[in-house]
T-cell receptor, first 113, second 112 residues
Framework: KNQVEQSPQSLIILEGKNCTLQCNYTVSPFSNLRWYKQDTGRGPVSLTIMTFSENTKSNGRYTATLDADTKQSSLHITASQLSDSASYIC????????????FGKGTRLHILP | DGGITQSPKYLFRKEGQNVTLSCEQNLNHDAMYWYRQDPGQGLRLIYYSQIVNDFQKGDIAEGYSVSREKKESFPLTVTSAQKNPTAFYLC???????????FGPGTRLTVT
């Protein structure tokens, strides 16, 4: 069964600290993995998209990694800011007759001043 | 100014009434999608369309209907048959189904 599991469910850190969010998936055959940021009451915004051959991709203070062998991805946020408070959603696409798109439930990140 | 828009941002309806949510994109994307988001749950696919005049049911299509008469527009109707319609609805578009999706700002529907 195609699944995307994210951890932790929620996370609280102090402003300026770093953090890492995890995404494990069982989606097959793998096409790509995306990380989105969703502010409360808004639509998700893409942070990174990685294909099978990519191990790391950065977008400013956000760095995503992908290990296609273990089917794990992480999103590392450096020097967190109050504006990083949001939900972070991992999405995995599978090749196939109808190209499945599977969403994780997200990690809710709270940055405290 | 390219993007994907949804209207209205907030919508209130009485139980038993049908309601239509608007979604428009000027990104020239072929694929469009409707998702439902409930607290503590991931996005769930309602309907998607890969080309004009064609659409497929997603995982939770019961009680919903869509049309795709124009490439730019993909309206969603929430019918009275939908048992729990109160939710946050998100529209998205992409070049094709396996590619990066761009999301609209969402419509929060409350049915009382």
């Amino acid at each position: 069964k195609n699944q995307v599991e994210q951890s932790p469910q929620s996370l609280i850190i102090l402003e300026g600290k770093n953090c890492t969010l995890q995404c494990n998936y069982t989606v097959s055959p793998f096409s790509n993995l995306r990380w989105y940021k969703q502010d409360t009451g808004r639509g998700p915004v893409s942070l990174t998209i990685m294909t099978f051959s990519e191990n790391t991709k950065s977008n400013g203070r956000y760095t995503a990694t992908l290990d296609a062998d273990t089917k794990q991805s992480s999103l590392h946020i450096t020097a967190s800011q109050l504006s990083d408070s949001a939900s972070y959603i991992c999405v995995v696409s599978a090749f196939g007759g109808d190209d499945k798109i599977i969403f994780g439930k997200g990690t809710r990140l709270h940055i405290l001043p | 100014d390219g993007g994907i828009t949804q209207s209205p941002k907030y919508l209130f309806r009485k139980e038993g009434q049908n309601v239509t949510l608007s979604c428009e994109q000027n990104l020239n994307h072929d694929a469009m999608y409707w998702y439902r988001q409930d607290p503590g749950q991931g996005l769930r696919l309602i309907y998607y369309s890969q080309i004009v005049n064609d659409f497929q049911k997603g995982d939770i299509a019961e009680g919903y209907s869509v049309s795709r008469e124009k490439k730019e527009s993909f309206p969603l109707t929430v019918t009275s048959a939908q048992k729990n319609p109160t939710a946050f609805y998100l529209c998205a578009s992409s070049i094709a189904k396996r590619y990066e999706q761009y999301f609209g700002p969402g419509t929060r529907l409350t049915v009382t």
